[in-house]
């Protein structure tokens, strides 16, 4: 058996679940071949990430699996929509090798009080703020990662998406447009009285947004931590994880998202709010990284048309920390953790600034 990863531990109370019901589920509804290593029943341990669905860690002697589930009280649709994450990821299954084998889905609230769906865990490294304990980069290690994640991202977004059976996510043209409509819409009905307005940025995405580049797959959520690199070479990915928000569209938004959660070395505003170890000597900066995703892809990119989706990245990222402050804000929970989201919204506008947008 795999080593216990870092992040998991005891399930919290509140969290707890019949095992023995969800074991009983997994012998009822697994293929055979999948069956045939599911013997007994599993130590569950959780993983403490995450501020929206559940993840569990299912220890048969001879396998691990992952469970994720929609917190209890929910309906399997929108942001909690584990059918859609099951389907997605079935779905690359056989179209692209860095996604989880999946075990089964379950809509009978009555097994585990909430639908969720079960997968192979991916054993391997999970980059953090800072690299796991022994995983020392060299330089040009640290530099194979970006080069490796830059492929992952090509790869996925060369998928062929009516081939894998994708086609139904499709909303046609017009996704930028949908994006900086539905994040505006997000920002103004979760801002707060000492947030900033955002309004010239949200005027400057609008009259600068370009028509889509290409239509594919996207991840949405893509960046160091949300993968698994081998862990006898650190400079090779071998998973994927969090297809929660996976869809069809833009793949240079993706990257735009992707970024602005690469805090460099060099970099003042965002620096106290790095979540991924962006900083280390060798690593690629974010100049390079879209040079070569560019290359790779075939885009014909200048340093000004890439501004709107860097911009973008940015305040997507503040929107997001916006609506975690939002709660925290009207009292809708007591999480201090959550106060530090707040400042984090005017990093983000500060460094929109500094991109040359907004007001002063």
């Known amino acids: 058996m795999s080593s216990v990863p870092d992040g998991s531990r005891s399930v919290r109370e509140e969290d707890a679940f019949d095992v023995a019901a969800v074991t009983r589920w997994l012998q009822d509804n697994a293929s055979e071949a999948d069956r045939a290593t599911l013997v007994g029943e599993p130590e569950v341990r959780q993983f403490s990430g995450g501020a929206s669905n559940l993840t569990y860690l299912l220890r048969f002697p001879e396998r691990d699996l992952i469970l994720r589930r929609a917190p209890r009280g929910t309906k399997a649709k929108g942001a909690h929509d584990m059918g859609r994450e099951y389907f997605i990821q079935s779905a690359l299954e056989g179209h692209f090798p860095y996604v989880a084998h999946m075990v089964g889905f379950c809509q009978d609230e009555s097994v585990l009080g909430a639908d969720f769906y079960v997968m192979d865990r991916i054993d391997g490294i999970i980059p953090r703020s800072e690299m796991p304990p022994g995983v020392d980069l060299t330089?040009?290690?640290?530099?194979?990662?970006?080069?490796?994640?830059?492929?992952?991202?090509?790869?996925?977004?060369?998928?062929?998406?009516?081939?894998?059976?994708?086609?139904?996510?499709?909303?046609?043209?017009?996704?930028?447009?949908?994006?900086?409509?539905?994040?505006?819409?997000?920002?103004?009905?979760?801002?707060?009285?000492?947030?900033?307005?955002?309004?010239?940025?949200?005027?400057w995405l609008a009259e600068h947004q370009p028509e889509d580049v290409a239509t594919c797959v996207i991840h949405n959520d893509f960046k160091l931590d949300n993968l698994v690199f081998d862990t006898d070479d650190p400079t090779q990915v071998v998973g994927v994880l969090d297809w929660e928000m996976a869809t069809l569209g833009d793949p240079l938004m993706d990257l735009g998202g992707d970024l602005a959660f690469w805090v460099q070395a060099d970099d003042e505003t965002l620096s106290h709010f790095r979540r991924v170890p962006t900083h280390l000597p060798g690593m690629m900066t974010r100049e390079e990284i879209v040079q070569t995703y560019c290359e790779r892809m075939g885009f014909d990119l200048t340093p000004e048309q890439w501004r709107f989706y860097e911009v973008f990245g940015y305040f997507r990222l503040g929107v997001i920390a916006q609506q975690i402050y939002y709660r925290y804000f009207h009292g809708q929970t007591t999480n201090e953790l959550f106060a530090l989201f707040g400042p984090a919204v005017h990093l983000a506008e500060q460094r929109i600034r500094e991109l040359g947008v907004g007001s002063a």
């Open 139 to 203: 330089p040009e290690q640290a530099r194979g990662m970006c080069l490796s994640m830059i492929d992952t991202l090509v790869r996925l977004h060369q998928v062929d998406f009516e081939a894998a059976g994708l086609e139904r996510l499709n909303k046609g043209r017009g996704y930028v447009r949908r994006q900086v409509e539905g994040w505006s819409t997000r920002y103004r009905n979760a801002r707060t009285d000492d947030a900033p307005d955002c309004e010239a940025t949200m005027a």
